[in-house]
T-cell receptor, first 111, second 113 residues
Framework: SQQGEEDPQALSIQEGENATMNCSYKTSINNLQWYRQNSGRGLVHLIL?????REKHSGRLRVTLDTSKKSSSLLITASRAADTASYFC???????????FGSGTKLNVKP | DAGVTQSPTHLIKTRGQQVTLRCSPK?????VSWYQQALGQGPQFIFQYYEEEERQRGNFPDRFSGHQFPNYSSELNVNALLLGDSALYLC????????????FGPGTRLTVT
């Protein structure tokens, strides 16, 4: 399975701190995406990184991708209570929008 | 512009029954994918519809079937419900062309008793 796996499973930090979560996967991919999910509802797309990219930024988000290690990391800087959510990485091997999700990192940002 | 919509929001069914979930994609999107998310887990790909045909399928039994209509909306049908089918069912739509964008609906929470 090429399913991604996030680490840690849960993370609790204070508002203002940075949060880092990692994702590992098993097979080659064409792109990797990070999603946020609040309270078990729909997923919100955060950022996409293609297999030929190493780093991308979007606002307070920074994503890295290391295809040699089959891993990615998501950094949220200056976290806010509103960032409290579950974060998932999703990999797409063939660019057919058939995504494999990990089990997620549950982030709790304490005010 | 409405995003992806799903109905119903919640549903309670009994084992052995059949259920139909509905999804309307975002305006301009022609591809619809369905995912099952069990409690505490990540979404699992069920199948994807494009041009009214099932284009890709995940590792789900034939009890799970779908349909896409000419207006690109889609239905997910599950027959002979099992307790293990209790989950959040998510629909995602994608625009035409070589794109990796995928927009998710709020989901339908199915409980099988």
């Amino acid at each position: 399975s090429q399913q991604g796996e996030e680490d840690p499973q849960a993370l609790s930090i204070q508002e203002g701190e940075n949060a880092t979560m990692n994702c590992s996967y098993k097979t080659s991919i064409n792109n990797l995406q990070w999603y946020r999910q609040n309270s078990g509802r729909g997923l919100v797309h955060l950022i996409l990184i293609r297999s030929n990219e190493r780093e991308k930024h979007s606002g307070r988000l920074r994503v890295t991708l290391d295809t040699s290690k089959k891993s990615s990391s998501l950094l949220i800087t200056a976290s806010r209570a509103a960032d409290t959510a579950s974060y998932f990485c999703a990999t797409d091997r063939y660019n057919f929008n058939k995504f494999y999700f990990g089990s997620g990192t549950k982030l709790n940002v304490k005010p | 512009d409405a995003g992806v919509t799903q109905s119903p929001t919640h549903l309670i069914k009994t084992r052995g029954q059949q259920v139909t979930l509905r999804c309307s994609p975002k305006s301009g999107h022609d591809t619809v994918s369905w995912y099952q998310q069990a409690l505490g887990q990540g979404p699992q790909f069920i199948f994807q519809y494009y041009e009214e045909e099932e284009r890709q399928r995940g590792n789900f039994p034939d009890r799970f079937s779908g349909h896409q209509f000419p207006n690109y909306s889609s239905e997910l049908n599950v027959n002979a419900l099992l307790l293990g089918d209790s989950a959040l069912y998510l629909c995602a739509s994608s625009p035409p062309g070589p794109t990796y964008e995928q927009y998710f609906g709020p989901g339908t929470r199915l409980t099988v008793t």
